[in-house]
Nanobody, 118 residues
Framework: QVRLTEYGGGLVQPGGSLRLSCVAS????????VNWYRQAPGKERELVAS???????DYAESVRGRFTISKDIRRNAVALQMDSLKPEDTAVYYC????????????WGQGTQVTVSS
């Protein structure tokens, strides 16, 4: 069983930045795509960014150019750098891995709250 732990949420003013981190209890990030999702109150969970095992990144249109996903294999960690934050970015952010081969399973972190407000 893989455990994912998120860090770095908080309260920030519009236009500000936050950096989220997701740390895995194993080396699973070396072998599969890692996703960041978010869920705002009353809305469905939304895929925000992904990074593949070969470090190819992909972004939702709503965050492209403002968010950057990256991976640190030595630390079994994936980061989400969020810049130029907007109130509509307010949500609980979740790290996710859906692994088909290595330690197969659909793993989620506990979530971290990001609030963008003045």
């Amino acid at each position: 069983q893989v455990r994912l732990t998120e860090y770095g949420g908080g309260l920030v003013q519009p236009g500000g930045s936050l950096r989220l981190s997701c740390v895995a209890s194993s080396v699973i990030f070396r072998f599969t795509t890692v996703n960041w999702y978010r869920q705002a109150p009353g809305k469905e969970r939304e895929l925000v960014a992904s990074i593949s095992n070969t470090s190819t990144a992909d972004y939702a249109e709503s965050v492209r150019g403002r968010f950057t996903i990256s991976k640190d294999i030595r630390r079994n960690a994936v980061a989400l750098q969020m810049d130029s934050l907007k109130p509509e970015d307010t949500a609980v952010y979740y790290c996710n891995v859906n692994s088909r081969v290595y330690e197969p399973g659909d793993y989620w972190g506990q979530g971290t709250q990001v609030t963008v407000s003045s």
